[in-house]
């Protein structure tokens, strides 16, 4: 199984749509991220959380929110979704104690909205 | 402003050396990381140099130069396996990562 799951894997919604997109976690990493990945772009940090009471704006949160409800659980909320949305989402962790500040990514979740 | 700079694409041929340049400009420095990410899959982590120099790691190797703001990452006795897009990454100053859009690397028979 892997270390950071997240669900679901791929989605098509359509405009105004809310959508969830929830990641879990096994690593016992306090530090989560969420990123969407774009063709041609790099990768863009949405939000961070560094513990649980913790949340961080990033890049581009405009249109998202987040929730974490545990050490292992950083969700990522679309409350109306909109068509530019549409991208490859990556949640990841790190551990804090990590010299490198390494990324451990999930598997990603490919949103498509209509 | 922050902006990383890396080629959009490369060909290279099995068996070969293959160098691909990252070049940044960010506000601070705290390292640059390489990532490795096959189509469709998540990005795994290859390597991290904060200071100037060579780092090896099997048939990988990333080198840095913080005054001339650049690296690069070479990669040796290519495989087909090897074929896949990386990722440059410089952190900043507040510790935030600078992703650069990736190069596509193909690798031919």
């Known amino acids: 199984d892997a270390d950071v799951t997240q669900t679901p894997r791929n989605r098509i919604t359509k405009t105004g749509k809310r959508i969830m997109l929830e990641c879990s976690q096994t690593?016992?990493?306090?530090?989560m991220y969420w990123y969407r990945q774009d063709p041609g772009l790099g990768l863009r940090l949405i939000y961070y959380?560094?513990?649980?009471?913790?949340?961080n704006k990033g890049e581009i949160s405009d249109g998202y929110s987040v929730s974490r409800q545990a050490q292992a659980k950083f969700s990522l909320s679309l409350e109306s979704a909109i068509p530019n949305q549409t991208a490859l989402y990556f949640c990841?962790?790190?551990?804090?104690?990590?010299?490198?500040?390494?990324?451990?990514f999930g598997e990603g979740s490919r949103l498509t909205v209509l | 402003g922050q902006n990383i700079d890396q080629p959009t694409e490369m060909t290279a041929t099995e068996g070969a050396i293959v160098q691909i340049n990252c070049t940044y400009q960010t506000s601070g420095f705290n390292g640059l990381f390489w990532y490795q990410q096959h189509a469709g899959e998540a990005p795994t982590f290859l390597s991290y140099n904060v200071l100037d120099g060579l780092e090896e790691k099997g048939r990988f190797s990333s080198f840095l130069s913080r005054s001339k703001g650049y690296s690069y990452l070479l990669l040796k006795e290519l495989q087909m396996k090897d074929s896949a897009s990386y990722l440059c990454?410089?952190?900043?100053?507040?510790?935030?990562?600078?992703w650069g859009a990736g190069t596509k690397l193909i690798i031919k028979p």
């Open positions: 690593k016992g990493h306090d530090r």
């Open positions: 990841a962790t790190s551990d804090r104690d990590r010299e490198t500040g390494e990324l451990f």
């Open positions: 990454a410089c952190m900043d100053s507040n510790y935030q990562l600078i």
């Open positions: 959380s560094f513990d649980v009471k913790d949340i």
